[in-house]
């Protein structure tokens, strides 16, 4: 599985960027997929994720209520909206996958190349 990643830039806080990413890979299955960041200095951290299905979705805790993770419908296309930037969500953000076998967010699924994402005060 290859991923693209792409949408990161500089922007003020308060400002909103999107991540989008997709995951490339013959066949038409279906991936969850989700996003980490890792911020200078610091360990890799969780952002978000989605099941394959798009029913469930999950958040870190320093991001629930400003971004938003949504998936392209019946596609291996997620994106991140991500509102209300702050500082401290400066970071190159990850974007992964797992399957079966791999699981997302392991050192064993499937990452991206990361994309940086900064936020100035």
């Known amino acids: 599985v290859q991923l693209q990643a792409s949408g990161g830039g500089l922007v003020q806080a308060g400002g909103s960027l999107r991540l989008s990413c997709t995951a490339s890979?013959?066949?038409?299955?279906?991936?969850?997929m989700g996003w980490y960041r890792q911020a200078p200095g610091k360990e890799r951290e969780f952002v978000a994720a989605i099941a394959y299905d798009s029913d469930r979705t999950f958040y870190g805790d320093n991001v629930k209520g400003r971004f938003t993770i949504s998936r392209e419908y019946g596609k291996n296309t997620v994106n991140l909206q991500m509102n209300n930037l702050k500082p401290e969500d400066t970071a190159v953000y990850y974007c992964a996958a797992g399957d079966a076998e791999n699981g997302l967010g392991t050192a064993q699924g499937y990452w991206g190349q990361g994309t940086l994402v900064t936020v100035s005060s």
């Open positions: 890979r013959g066949g038409t299955a279906l991936y969850p």
